[in-house]
């Protein structure tokens, strides 16, 4: 096979990315990995870990074009990956996992889902859309999205007893962009499968 045939190697593909966060703290703001994923950066991601769940806020700067479910990626949306034990080295979806996707306008009633797709018998029910929380603000340049998924909505999470979790997410603008990824791009690999190419977080 010709070598010009595979896609192009980016440094980051041979890095496993690692976040700190303190317990209880002030939304920590991801670090934007654009420049190393070959992406146009159009967002910002804030995270906290709290005793009683995860809260999330996004900061678009391109204007809300439109929201689609179930097929996200064709609007503007924004799916999110956790692994709510951190199991290093996973290479399959387990019961810890979640793939939650957010819109920032309701569409057939939903703003917020969890859609995991377990292909193993080591899986459970999905939370209920009503448990997740979404505000959205709008202005002519873009809009920013508030999140808060309850303890109840994420199996597994309870900071006394774990405080690894694994991480990714894509924001997606349906037509107008590229996503942006964390921390690798789903155009190389297939993100939402595979934990193990998720970051690796530790909350103290």
């Known amino acids: 096979m010709d070598l010009r045939e595979f896609p192009p190697i980016l440094p980051l593909h041979f890095f496993q990315v690692e976040l700190a966060?303190?317990?209880g703290g002030k939304p920590k703001l991801?670090?934007?990995l654009s420049t190393f994923l070959a992406e146009d950066a159009f967002s910002e991601v804030s995270i906290s870990f709290l005793e009683g769940g995860i809260e999330l806020y996004l900061k678009i700067y391109k204007p809300?074009?439109?929201a689609c479910f179930p097929d996200v990626a064709k609007?503007?949306?924004f799916e999110l990956f956790i692994d709510t034990r951190g199991i290093l080295d996973a290479q399959i979806l387990h019961k810890y996992c979640h793939h939650f996707v957010f819109l920032p306008k309701e569409v057939d009633g939903i703003l917020g889902a969890e859609v995991t797709h377990f292909k193993t018998n080591d899986k459970r029910e999905l939370s209920s859309k009503e448990l997740l929380k979404v505000s959205t603000s709008f202005s002519k340049n873009g809009y920013c999205l508030e999140i808060f998924?309850?303890?109840n909505a994420l199996y597994g999470y309870d900071l006394s007893e774990s405080t690894r979790f694994k991480l990714a997410y894509m924001v997606h603008l349906g037509s107008k962009s590229h996503?942006?990824?964390f921390p690798k791009s789903s155009i190389d690999y297939q993100l939402?499968?595979?934990p193990s190419l998720w970051a690796d977080v530790i909350v103290t």
């Open 21 to 23: 966060f303190s317990k």
């Open 30 to 32: 991801i670090e934007d």
């Open 64 to 66: 809300f074009e439109k």
């Open 75 to 77: 609007g503007d949306g």
């Open 149 to 151: 998924i309850p303890d």
């Open 179 to 181: 996503p942006n990824h």
């Open 192 to 194: 939402k499968e595979h």
